[in-house]
C-alpha cells in the first residue's frame, strides 16, 4: 500500500497572502527568518491578514538559514508560553521547516529530537495547533512536503525530519512573495526544484499520483528558470508554481542520492556553507551517470528527456542529452561545475570524504535511490563531484 498526501488547500496566485484572513481560529504565531519578509512589508500584512481573522499574533522571528536545533527548541517554548492555535510560517525553507520541528515539540514538550529523527515516527500533531506555510523562494517546496531538514552544528550534519503529520494544513503559493528574490537564490532554488523532480521520478517510489507531477514540474523548470533568472515576473510566477509541483512528487515519492550528497556536505566544510540548492546542482549530473548503470534507472532518465523534447535516438543518447541540458542550466545560473570550482580545500575533503560517504549513505534519502550505493561508492562518487571526473563504475 502507498500514501498520496497534500495539505488540504493550497491557494496560489498573486495577492493569495489575503488568505490569512480567513482562516479560523484565536491565536497565531507566526514564524520568520532573517528579515527580507519584514523589510518588503509582507510580515506587517501577514500579522494584519491574521487580525483581520480575529486572532492575536504573536511573531516569532530570526530563523537562521539551515535552521539549527536550538533555534527550533527556542521556538517552541515561545509556543508553549503563547498557546497558538494556528501556526504560520512565511519565508523560504528555512522558517518553515523550523516551525515545522517547533509544532512537534510544542504539542509533545516530552519527545526528543533523536526520537524525530527516525522516518515517520512523530507523535499525532492537530492537537493543539493546525499549520500554513507561505514560501518566499522557489525550491525546497516545503509548504506541501512532510519533510523539515534542521542542522546539528555540534556535529555539523544536517537531518531530515519526515513524517507525514508535519505537511502543511494550508499552503499559500503567492508569486508577489518572490519578486524580490536575489538572482542568486533564484538560480540555487530553481536547480533544487529540478532536481526534487528529477529525484522523485527515478525513485523506488514514484507511481502513477507522483509521475504527471515530477514530469509537469521538470518541464517548467526547464521553460522557466532561465527567464525566472534574468527577472521576468510573469517566469518566476511560473517557477513558484512549478516547484510546488516538485514537492507535491518528491513528498510522496521520495529522493535520492543528490540529496543525501547535499545534506551530509552542505555544512561539512570549514571554507563555507555549500547552499542546499547549489550542492544539488553540482551533484545531480554524477548522480543520474552513476544512477543509469541501473536499467530501469536509465529507462526513467531517458524518458524524462524523451518527454521534455531532448535530442537522441537511443536510450544513452537521451540520458546525455539530459545532463547536457543539466550542464548547459549550471552554467547559464553560474553555478560551478565540481566541489574543488565552489572553493572546498583539497586537504580538508580528502580528509573528511570517508567519513561524509558513511553519513549520506545512511541519510534518510538514500533509500528510495534507483541504485544501491556503499560507502565506498560514494567516497568514489563524491572525488568525482570534487575533480570532475567521469563517472565510470
Known amino acids: 500500500m502507498s500514501r498520496f498526501c497534500l495539505p488540504r488547500d493550497i491557494y496560489h496566485g498573486k495577492g493569495c497572502l489575503e488568505e490569512l484572513k480567513n482562516l479560523k481560529g484565536k491565536k497565531a504565531m507566526l514564524v520568520v527568518g532573517g528579515g527580507s519578509m519584514k523589510r518588503q512589508g509582507f510580515l506587517d500584512r501577514a500579522v494584519n491578514y491574521l487580525k483581520e481573522a480575529g486572532m492575536e499574533v504573536e511573531v516569532f522571528e530570526g530563523v537562521e538559514p539551515d535552521p539549527s536545533v536550538e533555534t527550533v527548541m527556542k521556538g517552541a517554548e515561545a509556543m508553549r508560553a503563547f498557546e497558538p492555535d494556528w501556526i504560520v510560517s512565511m519565508g523560504g525553507g528555512s522558517p518553515i521547516d523550523a516551525a515545522k520541528a517547533m509544532w512537534a515539540f510544542y504539542e509533545y514538550p516530552d519527545t526528543s529530537f533523536e526520537d524525530l529523527c527516525t522516518p515517520f515516527n512523530f507523535p499525532e500533531l492537530r492537537q493543539k495547533a493546525k499549520f500554513a506555510a507561505i514560501p518566499s523562494t522557489s525550491g525546497t517546496a516545503t509548504e506541501v512536503t512532510a519533510f523539515s531538514v534542521i542542522t546539528n552544528y555540534q556535529t555539523g550534519v544536517k537531518y531530515p525530519l519526515a513524517d507525514f503529520n508535519i505537511t502543511p494544513d494550508v499552503a499559500i503559493v503567492d508569486p508577489d512573495l518572490v519578486s524580490g528574490l536575489p538572482v542568486k537564490q533564484v538560480a540555487y532554488t530553481g536547480m533544487d526544484a529540478l532536481t526534487h523532480a528529477i529525484e522523485a521520478y527515478v525513485s523506488t517510489l514514484h507511481g502513477p499520483f507522483t509521475d504527471p507531477l515530477a514530469l509537469q514540474a521538470i518541464e517548467m523548470v526547464l521553460d522557466y528558470l532561465p527567464a525566472s533568472y534574468n527577472c521576468n515576473m510573469d517566469a518566476r510566477e511560473q517557477m513558484h508554481y512549478a516547484q510546488c509541483l516538485a514537492g507535491m512528487a518528491f513528498s510522496n515519492a521520495l529522493l535520492g542520492i543528490v540529496h543525501s550528497m547535499a545534506h551530509k556536505t552542505g555544512a561539512a566544510f570549514s571554507t563555507g556553507h555549500i547552499p542546499h540548492g547549489c550542492a544539488n546542482a553540482i551533484y545531480l549530473p554524477y548522480v543520474i551517470a552513476y544512477n543509469a548503470k541501473d536499467p530501469v534507472a536509465a529507462g526513467r532518465y531517458a524518458e524524462i528527456a524523451r518527454r521534455m523534447g531532448l535530442d537522441g535516438t ?73 575533480y570532475g571526473t567521469e563517472v565510470d563504475f
Open 314 to 386: 537511443s536510450e544513452k543518447a537521451l540520458i546525455n542529452s539530459l545532463v547536457e541540458k543539466i550542464n548547459e542550466f549550471n552554467v547559464k545560473l553560474n553555478i560551478p561545475k565540481t566541489l574543488k570550482d565552489f572553493g572546498i580545500n583539497e586537504d580538508e575533503f580528502k580528509e573528511k570524504v570517508s567519513h561524509i560517504a558513511e553519513l549520506a549513505v545512511g541519510d534518510a534519502c538514500t533509500g528510495s535511490n534507483p541504485r544501491a550505493i556503499d560507502p565506498a561508492a560514494m567516497e568514489k562518487l563524491l572525488t568525482c563531484t570534487y
